[in-house]
């Protein structure tokens, strides 16, 4: 072992109260610690910050790290000092006379990490301050913000080569959650990093449960979600719309659930309330739309669910990546029906863009669809999608349709009847009509259009309404039905539908289920992944929250800043009698067991 990574492991124990290096930290320590330029991508709860502080602490001066998340600059720095790092960090928020003592601690050397905000790192300022002072390495956090396709461009990053130009003896990391191939080779262009070594991590997120509902009702979809396994627990619920996230945030107030509105149309100041509590307090589920989001490093999200389809396999990673970064089990939960697929359908034919970027939508709409009808493992397919290849029979077993593999049938016959009565209508009405059409309803509508003289009026009677639902579903989503934006939705035969008339194809579709509430896994469990060890004391993991809690509140910070919830678990199944024993709890390090080891050691007397 060399003498730098010895020293970083001396740190990861006292400091930060961690027995080992997870995944590729040691690796990435080593390397930085040594003063050599890294690229980092690995997926968010992976472990990234790490890999910047313990190296600012081991070389000696200041690690300056750019991050364009202000609002969260605080709660970074609060935590590092809780766990007796010198840290300190310079934005707008700050008043002048504060940012000038964090500027003159820095040029005397006193701190271990500055936090800066891309806009004030390159003023001619901050700059010169650099020349001055000692600078152990730059971290460049969120460094896809230097993506002009992606949806954070920040254009002050691409600015941020200067600092290679300016400072090419201290070593830079560049860190981000974003895996895709161009993102990558524009963040090793636009900041000269060609010769930086890579560090690409898997981007499986395996404490992440996923799973797709066919959308009935989807409020009472998610109510049951809720009640079974997420009571009380902190949550993302992403909606398409502002409305439909007022609404639903509402509605969950309604039933008891401690429910907060965000969206772009909110006043600036509810918004920061919002988030501020969502982070600080237990238990808040935050109702967004995609506005919400962007580094939120809370680490004990336990859910992240879509009661609308998202528009990207992009997206939607992303957005339940904010589930369990502590590494704890979380879940996934979506829910989708064909009114989705024809509304996202609609809005990008109707959007205006140039051909070239409807077409890249189009394709991007598609994969999203194909994961949600997939009857494969799904994290095999989300990786898939992000170029990690699996064989092509994974199973991961903490997916819905690795737990409860979906029944498939031969849909070729019941597709026919689908697009035959599409056919004999003009292929001017929606599935609702088509599916009364099969099922030899005598609507109005029916009536009307003297649709109930038809040929293949009744002729569905194998399936309910449910389950033709699925196979329109399934026809829209593998393209051989078209939602027609300009009809209201009327379902069109596509080109290869004609193949699939003639029998000249035949196709598999996913059965229909009516998922029962507590759906069981496979081995007769509640699916709800284990949130919990086996035998624990739950009223002595309670008097330990509130201890957590109170102590939080008396210091302003989130309660995850004083402990994770893995670190609450592991004393309460440890139930430390003594500070020498309470230290052996991951996450305890020697500034938090000073500062907080005897109030613990009290609650757990007291509890048991
Ligand atoms: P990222 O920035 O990659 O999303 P973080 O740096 O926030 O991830 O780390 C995610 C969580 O994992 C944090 O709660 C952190 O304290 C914890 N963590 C990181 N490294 C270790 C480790 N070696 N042992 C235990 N927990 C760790
Ligand atoms: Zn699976």
């Not at 006043?267 to 920061?272: C, G, H, K, L, T």
């Not at 089990?329 to 034919?349: C, K, P, Q, T």
């Not at 509130?546 to 995850?560: D, N, T």
């Not at 919830?565 to 009698?577: Q, S």
């Amino acid at each position: 072992m060399t003498d730098g990574i010895t020293r970083a492991r001396e740190i990861l124990g006292r400091v930060f109260g961690y027995r080992d290096f997870r995944g590729p930290q040691q690796a990435i320590i080593g390397h930085v610690v040594e003063g050599g330029d890294a690229l980092v991508l690995m997926p968010t709860g992976g472990g990234k910050s790490l890999c910047y502080q313990i190296p600012s602490i081991v070389r000696e001066g200041t690690g300056v790290v750019v991050s364009p998340l202000i609002a969260l600059m605080q709660d970074q720095v609060d935590a590092l000092k809780l766990a007796g790092v010198e840290a300190a960090f310079l934005n707008s928020s700050l008043d002048a006379g504060t940012a000038r003592a964090v500027e003159q601690a820095f040029v005397a050397g006193h701190l271990d990490l500055l936090y800066v905000a891309p806009e004030r790192l390159l003023t001619d300022r901050f700059l010169s301050l650099l020349e001055r002072s000692k600078v152990a390495l730059f971290a460049i956090d969120e460094a896809h913000c230097v993506s002009q396709w992606g949806h954070d461009f920040r254009p002050e990053y691409i600015q941020l080569s200067v600092l290679h130009e300016r400072f090419p003896a201290v070593p830079r990391i560049a860190l981000t959650a974003t895996a895709d191939g161009i993102t990558r080779q524009e963040i090793i262009d636009r900041l000269a990093l060609q010769d930086a070594r890579h560090f690409v991590s898997s981007f499986d997120r395996p404490n992440i449960r996923y799973r797709v509902v066919e959308k009935d009702a989807a409020r009472e979809q998610f109510g049951r979600f809720l009640r079974d396994g997420h009571q009380g627990e902190a949550g993302i619920v992403y909606c398409q719309s502002r409305r439909k996230v007022d609404e639903t945030a509402i509605w969950l107030s309604g039933l008891g659930v401690a429910a907060l509105p965000y969206h772009a149309g909110l006043d600036a100041e509810v918004r920061r309330v919002h988030q501020q509590r969502f982070l600080r307090e237990d238990g808040i589920v935050m109702v967004a739309t995609v506005a919400f989001g962007m580094g939120i490093d809370k680490p004990d999200v336990r859910f992240v669910a879509h009661l609308d389809l998202p528009q990207s396999l992009e997206g939607y990673y992303q957005e339940t990546g904010r589930a369990g970064r502590d590494g704890e089990a979380s879940e996934a939960w979506l829910a989708y029906g064909l009114s989705d697929v024809v509304l996202l359908r609609n809005r990008i034919d109707e959007s205006g863009s140039p051909d070239e970027v409807k077409r890249v939508e189009r394709q991007k709409l598609e994969a999203m669809l194909g994961y949600c009808e997939t009857t494969e493992c799904r994290r095999r397919v989300l990786l898939d999608y992000f170029g990690e290849a699996l064989e092509p029979d994974y199973r991961c077993g903490n997916c819905d349709n690795c737990l409860e593999p979906p029944e498939t049938q031969d849909g070729t016959v019941a597709a026919q009847k689908l697009l035959s009565a599409a056919l004999r209508t003009g292929q001017r009405f929606g599935a609702g009509h088509l599916i009364d059409l099969l099922l030899g309803k005598a609507t109005p509508r029916m009536v009307q259009f003297g649709h109930d003289r038809l040929p293949t009026f009744g002729i569905g009677s194998e399936l309910d309404d449910l389950g033709w639902r699925a196979v329109a579903r399934q026809l829209v989503a593998a393209g051989y039905l078209h939602a027609n934006s300009e009809r209201y939705g009327a379902l069109q035969l596509t080109e290869p539908a004609r193949g699939l008339l003639k029998g000249e194809v035949s196709i598999r579709i996913r059965k229909a289920v009516r998922r029962k509430t507590g759906a069981r896994d496979r081995a007769g469990r509640a699916t709800r992944p284990a949130a919990l060890p086996p035998g624990i004391d739950e009223a002595l993991l309670e008097a330990l929250r509130a201890c957590r809690r109170r102590l939080a509140s008396e210091q302003g910070v989130p309660a995850y800043v004083v402990f994770h919830d893995a670190t609450l678990v592991e004393m309460a199944l440890l139930k430390p009698g003594t500070l020498d024993e309470l230290r052996q709890v991951s996450g305890v390090g020697d500034t938090k067991l000073a500062r907080y080891g005897e109030a613990f050691l009290a609650a757990v007397r007291e509890a048991t």
